[in-house]
């Protein structure tokens, strides 16, 4: 079955810093691996995908992710964090079966404080 | 062009009673997911359309939840009747992918519906 994990519940960061969202995976198969962020009261908003190619995807709001199919790995990462990017943060793969539904990640709360 | 939408975005109902829950879907998108987030837990698959067509319903967790998508539309679910453990928030999305082997657009979700059952 499929999975993904995202290790910690919460991240705190200083502003100015750079931040890491860690997820790991496990599929059978390439996996179609997402980011989500929810900010309060919203609905989750894409922030990249990584389907093939590079290694190194760059989505939304200055994010980027990693791919690493060897540590079966897609770690979030900005290299200068933002007040602003205090959310939740969920990582997740598309099922390769007959849905494509997303298995999501525990979610970890981000906190980036001034 | 419009995104998801979901009404109502909150609601407040007594163990028991019944509740519908609507989602409008990006227009011209075939794909409609429901997914559930109970508080402070991951986000669950609930279940799958293409068009009208109820493609994987696996993760309704039982026979008090029923979905409908008439007219491969809009959405509805409906929970009757309410037990306290259906509290948490209930998501909406939809997707423009053609079928197997070609799933790697995003899903767009909608703002949630918050379901508290009292």
């Known amino acids: 079955a499929q999975s993904v994990a995202q290790p910690e519940d919460q991240v705190n960061v200083a502003e100015g810093n750079p931040l890491t969202v860690k997820c790991t995976y496990s599929v059978s198969g390439n996996p179609y691996l997402f980011w989500y962020v929810q900010y309060p009261n919203r609905g989750l908003q894409f922030l990249l995908k990584?389907?093939?190619?590079?290694?190194l995807v760059k989505g939304s709001y200055g994010f980027e992710a990693e791919f690493n199919k060897s540590q079966t790995s897609f770690h979030l990462k900005k290299p200068s964090a933002l007040v602003s990017d205090s959310a939740l943060y969920f990582c997740?793969?598309?099922?390769?079966?007959?849905?494509?539904?997303?298995?999501f990640g525990q979610g970890t709360t981000l906190q980036v404080k001034p | 062009e419009a995104g998801v939408t979901q009404f109502p975005s909150h609601s407040v109902i007594e163990k028991g009673q019944t509740v519908t829950l609507r989602c409008d879907p990006i227009?011209?998108?075939?794909?409609l997911y429901w997914y559930r987030r109970v508080m402070g837990k991951e986000i669950k698959f609930l279940l799958h359309?293409?068009?009208?067509?109820?493609?994987?319903e696996s993760g309704m967790p039982n026979n008090r939840f029923l979905a409908e998508r008439t007219g491969g539309t809009y959405s509805t679910l409906k929970v009757q009747p309410a037990e306290l453990e259906d509290s948490g928030v209930y998501f909406c999305?939809?997707?423009?992918?053609?079928?197997?082997?070609?799933?790697?657009?995003?899903?767009?979700f909608g703002n949630g519906t918050r379901l508290t059952v009292t």
């Open positions: 997740a793969v598309r099922d390769t079966g007959d849905t494509g539904k997303l298995i």
């Open positions: 990584y389907i093939t190619g590079d290694n």
């Open positions: 359309f293409v068009k009208e067509s109820k493609q994987d």
């Open positions: 227009s011209g998108h075939d794909n």
């Open positions: 999305a939809s997707s423009q992918d053609h079928g197997p082997g070609q799933f790697n657009s995003p899903l767009h």
